[in-house]
């Protein structure tokens, strides 16, 4: 089974460049005597993607790192109970900034966890063209599924209305998108159905629904 993770953007490299820079002055005095402006939370050691972020001085997993006032980005969490109970979604290193990115987005801009009854289940995109229009995550697609062939064909909807969690990047560098695949957020029952599909379907595809439609 291929791994997959979730790549970050572009600017993620920029802002921990420009935070290793502000910590390099500050320790050796190239800030002008100036105080650090701001305190950021940064991983205390390496943390895996899915870990439970409790309380920052209980499991010790954070901790506070001085920044220059220009380096204070949006994004960047600066108090430790804007993440508390929180998921990580992509690992983070030893002394790298804890951002709303790395635990699935900012409140009320990304999609909720998962609630008591839902499942996450990967759909491959297998289909030509199907990652260039990926949908990004919190639009809604449904989940079709083909059998048989010819005029004895059907084609039959398995998830109606389902929310996309994360578009899933494979880590194999062969130069093609055969192994990306969408996150949704679905009941049990509907994971069950859509496993039915992957494993015993001719063909399984992801069909994007229009904002306007619920």
Known sequence: MRNFRIRRPAWWFVLAALLAAGAFMLASGM???E???ARVLVAARAIPAGEVIGSAQADGLLAFAGIPADAVLPGLILDPSDADGRRTVAPLAAGEPLTQAALGGAPGLGPEPLATG???VAVPLRAAGAVAAA????ARVDVLASDGEGLAGRT???VSGAEVLAVMRDDAARGDA??????LRVSV???LEVTRALDFAREVRVVARP???P
């Open 156 to 158: 039959r909807v398995v």
């Open 135 to 138: 949908p990004a995550a919190g």
């Open 118 to 120: 839902e499942r996450a």
């Open 178 to 183: 055969a192994g990306d695949a969408l996150l």
């Open 189 to 191: 029952s509907q994971a």
């Open 31 to 33: 800030g002008g005597g």
């Open 211 to 213: 904002a306007s439609e």
């Open 35 to 37: 105080q650090p402006a």
